[in-house]
């Protein structure tokens, strides 16, 4: 329910904060008082549009906030967690209009778009009114309202899902022959594309790994070379160790030559372990580098015949299992496919047949609803002075046409005399009637498919007193499923009320600008407010005793 509205610099009103309760609430007020301007302001609190010349004189934005107490489960609270907007507590919508026509929505002071905040206040307050042309009088929202009279949300649920899983068969089967007719197409290819991607039998990752193996390979071969002729230089029939080792010895057993030849000899014996040490060094090099010029040849082979599949086939080298799967099993399909698409056929037929019986289900449902809620307003509609009118449930069904929402297309009708042509409520209803048709409905549907908070702007223009006894009446009884609102001039309206507001300009600034004030009327000071309402401008006391008689009752 909508439990404050705070205003600022909005038109008339510079600064007024309006507590609401639940069940009915009034406001009422003379003509120009500014009751359009508290609904304007409450209107762009819910995302409606804006416009600069909301904005009060002489200021450079204006502001509305609506504080609404919602329930746990309500809906709201799911497209709240959508849009990862906190959802504990109080929902706080506002709303900043600035001079230069530009606007800023907040839901919980996160800034959110004004779709968004029109979305979200939509599920919490419908506006009804004569000249009102959403809620009831939508023709897109006259189906849901019958699921919901009629409790039909698990038959729309199941036809849902049955809609789910009859396009999904239908789309299984669909892909299947595609790819069967595109097989057809390319049977030789594939067949040989799959023989020759079968012997390849390339795997993820293979051609990178060929590539550093011959990388590899072709160092090791460029540094073989070398490897192997300085090896044969120190190992070889040239090797100068054998020599000089020799020499060596040779000098060695000269004894009487040792003092003058220490030094260069223990040089020479130091030349001879370097060249042994890379001797054996080249030997140990040349084994470790060692490579089979016959496996570089064969990964060269498999190297370039990965790269050449993968360039005829038009992919890269590691997506060549992919493709030689996808062919595989193309062909399979074609191989196949004949079985798997008659199996599939049957399937679609029989997913197709679920939805069409729990659809026809879902329709007769449908068509007990409409007629249930057609009595249910005609009932309502004789007290409303419409007694030689009708409300029509307008129900067509296409087997044909399919939808997660069933086959039905239903609207409201209504024909306001007989012999006159029925037709859609908002084109055929005046004014007045529409109003009170709408009445009609939302007191058939009670708290059915309905906003937490319902706002009847003087619905009651223009009809008598045992009409207007009539829409206070139904308005009560309303307003015992969810809150009402009800701005008005019938005291008929005013006296069934659990809470009154009184709407009215005053002077401010010693009388240079006026401003609108709202105050709540104490249950004791109803009386002469009703009694205005009745007399006009001097209140009698025939006034207030017709009052005291509308207040109790009678």
Do not use: C
Not at 323 to 340: C, F, N, S, V, W
């Amino acid at each position: 329910m909508l439990q404050t509205l705070t205003i600022r610099d909005i038109v008339l009103i510079e600064r007024l904060d309006i507590e609401f309760a639940r069940g009915l609430t009034v406001l009422t007020g003379e003509t120009g008082a500014g009751k359009s301007i508290l609904l304007d302001a409450l209107s762009l609190a819910l995302g409606g549009r804006g416009d600069a010349g909301l904005v009060r004189h002489g200021a450079d934005q204006g502001q509305v906030t609506a504080v609404f107490d919602v329930a746990a489960a309500h809906p709201v609270r799911a497209l709240l967690v959508d849009n990862d907007i906190d959802d504990d507590g109080d929902l706080i919508l506002r709303r900043v209009q600035t001079a230069d026509g530009r606007t800023r929505a907040f839901v919980n002071d996160q800034a959110v778009s004004a779709g968004l905040l029109r979305q979200i206040g939509a599920r919490l307050v419908e506006i009804h009114g004569q000249h009102d042309d959403r809620a009831l009088v939508d023709p897109a929202e006259h189906r849901s309202l019958i699921d919901a009279f009629g409790g039909l949300e698990a038959d729309v649920a199941a036809v849902a899902v049955a809609f789910r899983a009859w396009r999904t068969a239908e789309k299984t089967l669909a892909d299947l022959r595609f790819r069967i007719e595109a097989a057809r197409r390319e049977a030789d290819y594939l067949r040989n594309a799959v023989e020759e991607l079968g012997k390849l039998a390339p795997a993820p990752g293979e051609e990178t790994e060929l590539a550093e193996r011959r990388s590899h390979m072709m160092r090791a071969e460029k540094v073989a070379g070398d490897l192997r002729e300085a090896y044969d230089q120190l190992n070889g029939s040239g090797s100068p160790i054998p020599e000089l080792a020799s020499l060596l010895r040779r000098l060695e057993r000269k004894a009487e030559l040792g003092a003058m030849l220490a030094e260069p000899m223990t040089a020479l014996s130091t030349a001879l372990d370097s060249l042994e040490e890379a001797r054996v060094g080249f030997e140990v090099a040349l084994r470790d580098g060692a490579y089979d010029p016959a496996d570089l040849e064969r990964t060269e082979e498999r190297l370039f015949a990965i790269r050449a599949a993968a360039r005829k086939y038009s992919v890269q080298p590691d997506e060549l299992p992919v493709i030689a799967a996808r062919m595989a099993a193309d062909l399979a399909d074609l191989d196949a496919g004949e079985d798997r698409l008659a199996a599939l056929e049957k399937e679609s037929v029989a997913a197709r047949q679920t939805y069409d019986a729990a659809a026809r289900a879902l329709t007769a449902k449908r068509l007990v609803a409409a007629r249930h809620l057609e009595e249910a307003v005609a009932h309502e509609l004789p007290s409303l002075k419409l007694e030689r009118a009708r409300f029509i449930v307008e129900a067509s069904s296409d087997a044909e046409n399919r939808t997660a929402d069933g086959v039905d297309t239903i609207e409201f009708w209504v024909q306001t005399n007989p012999g006159t042509r029925p037709g859609p409520m908002m084109k055929v209803a005046s004014g007045g009637e529409l109003s009170r048709f709408l009445l009609a409905l939302k007191v058939s549907l009670a708290d059915k498919g309905s906003a937490p908070t319902l706002v009847f702007d003087e619905i009651d223009t223009g009809v008598g007193g045992a009409v207007a006894e009539a829409i206070g009446t139904r308005l009560a009884r309303l307003s015992d499923r969810v809150q009402v609102l009800s701005v008005t001039h019938a005291p008929q309206v005013a006296a069934r009320a659990l809470s009154h507001l009184l709407i009215a300009k005053e002077a401010v600034d010693a009388g240079a600008r006026v401003a609108t004030r709202v105050t709540p009327i104490a249950a004791a000071d109803r009386r002469e407010e009703i009694a205005r309402m009745l007399a006009g401008s001097r209140i009698t006391e025939e006034a207030r005793a017709a009052a005291d008689k509308l207040i109790a009752g009678e």
